[in-house]
C-alpha cells in the first residue's frame, strides 16, 4: 500500500486568488492523478501528472486553470488559480497500486471560495 | 456517452444484509471497482471484478455481469461502521476510470 499525505486538508479562501495543494507519497510511484469531487457529486479526474513530462489534462481541465508540478516520484502538487466559488470542492490526489485502477487516495483538501 | 448509474441512497439495518446495485454504459471495458467513502474521508478500495461471477472478500462480495452491464455489492452482517458511501467505477477501453456517483448507505440501530 502507499501513504498520502496532502496539505491543506482544509481552506477557505477569497474569490480570484490561487491555492497550491501539496501531495506527498511515501513511495516512487510513475503516474499521480488529481481528482475533484464536488458535494454529491462523483470523482472527476484533473489530470494525470507524471515526473519529468506536462501533466495530461481531462476534458474540461485546463493548465492555466489548475497548474500541475511534478519535480519528482514522491511529490505532486495542484494549484487552483484564479478561485471562484465554483471551485469550492474537495481535491484529491491519487496513485495507482499494481493492477490499473486500483487507487490509493490522499485524504483530499476541501477548499471553500467565498 | 459513458454512464455509470447507481442508487443515490439506501438504508438498512444493523445485523442486515444490504445488496447495492450498479449498471454501465462504457466504451469498453477493463473491470469493474468498488470503493468504500466514510464522510470526511478519502475513498479506499473494496473490490475488483474483471470476469463474471461473485467475488467474495470477508463480509464483503462483489458480483459482475458483464453481458447486463451490472454489478452489485453485497454486504452480510451489516455494522453501524459500514455507514459510507459506495462508489461504483469502470475502466473503459482507455484504462480511464469512470466514477458513479457513488450510493450513501445509513445503518439503523
Known amino acids: 500500500s502507499a501513504v498520502i499525505s496532502q496539505k491543506p486538508s482544509r481552506d477557505i479562501c477569497q474569490r480570484g486568488t490561487s491555492l497550491t495543494i501539496q501531495c506527498q507519497v511515501d513511495?516512487?510511484?510513475?503516474?499521480m492523478f488529481w481528482y475533484r469531487q464536488q458535494p454529491g457529486q462523483s470523482l472527476t479526474l484533473i489530470a494525470t501528472?507524471?515526473?519529468?513530462?506536462?501533466?495530461?489534462?481531462e476534458s474540461g481541465f485546463v493548465i492555466d486553470k489548475f497548474p500541475i508540478s511534478r519535480p519528482n516520484l514522491t511529490f505532486s502538487t495542484l494549484t487552483v488559480s484564479n478561485m471562484s466559488p465554483e471551485d469550492s470542492s474537495i481535491y484529491l490526489c491519487?496513485?495507482?497500486?499494481?493492477?490499473?485502477?486500483?487507487?490509493?487516495f490522499g485524504e483530499g483538501s476541501r477548499l471553500t471560495v467565498l | 456517452g459513458q454512464n455509470i448509474d447507481q442508487p443515490t441512497e439506501m438504508t438498512a439495518t444493523e445485523g442486515a444484509i444490504v445488496q447495492i446495485n450498479c449498471t454501465y454504459q462504457t466504451s469498453g471495458f477493463n473491470g469493474l471497482f468498488w470503493y468504500q467513502q466514510h464522510a470526511g474521508e478519502a475513498p479506499t478500495f473494496l473490490s475488483y471484478?474483471?470476469l463474471d461471477g461473485l467475488e467474495e472478500k470477508g463480509r464483503f462480495s462483489s458480483f459482475l455481469s458483464r453481458s447486463k452491464g451490472y454489478s452489485y455489492l453485497l454486504l452480510k452482517e451489516l455494522q453501524m461502521k459500514d455507514s459510507a458511501s459506495y462508489l461504483c467505477?469502470?475502466?473503459?477501453?482507455?484504462?480511464?476510470?469512470?466514477w458513479g456517483a457513488g450510493t450513501k448507505l445509513i445503518i439503523k440501530p
Open positions: 513511495s516512487q510511484v510513475t503516474m
Open positions: 501528472a507524471n515526473q519529468g513530462s506536462e501533466a495530461t489534462y
Open positions: 491519487s496513485v495507482e497500486h499494481r493492477d490499473a485502477g486500483e487507487l490509493f
Open positions: 467505477a469502470v475502466s473503459d477501453s482507455n484504462y480511464q476510470l469512470i
Open positions: 471484478n474483471v
